[in-house]
């Protein structure tokens, strides 16, 4: 069973950078890709940014809300999973989370527990 546990969030004024952590454990040797999703209250969790590593290479993709100021890292499912973000606003005010998903699955099989970023101006 994989565990993820993240990190990183705190409160940020408009305009700051904060760097989220995700530490994956457990049955990782099958993790093929990793993403960070966020959610407000009241409102599903949406994508943000993901990574998928195979014998091509690495793929990454963004949200466009995130694009150009958000970048994701990580070396393999056994290194830690970052997200950093720059140039926050308001709106990237969320719980954010960190999945993992096996090459088999179609959707994100684990996640963890959450950091809350909060934004303000």
């Known amino acids: 069973q994989v565990q993820l546990v993240e990190s990183g969030g705190r409160w940020v004024q408009v305009g700051g950078s904060l760097r989220l952590s995700c530490a994956a454990s457990?049955?990782?040797?099958?993790?093929?890709?990793m993403a960070w999703y966020r959610r407000i209250p009241g409102k599903s969790r949406e994508f943000v940014a993901s990574?998928?590593?195979?014998?091509?290479?690495?793929?990454?993709y963004y949200a466009d809300s995130v694009k150009g100021r958000f970048i994701i890292s990580g070396n393999g499912p056994n290194a830690p999973l970052y997200l950093q973000m720059n140039r926050l606003r308001a709106d990237d005010t969320a719980e954010y989370y960190c999945g993992a998903a096996t090459s088999a699955a179609k959707d994100y099989e684990y996640w963890g527990q959450g950091t809350q970023v909060t934004i303000s101006s």
């Open positions: 457990g049955g990782t040797f099958n993790i093929n890709r």
């Open positions: 990574i998928l590593w195979s014998g091509r290479g690495t793929n990454i």
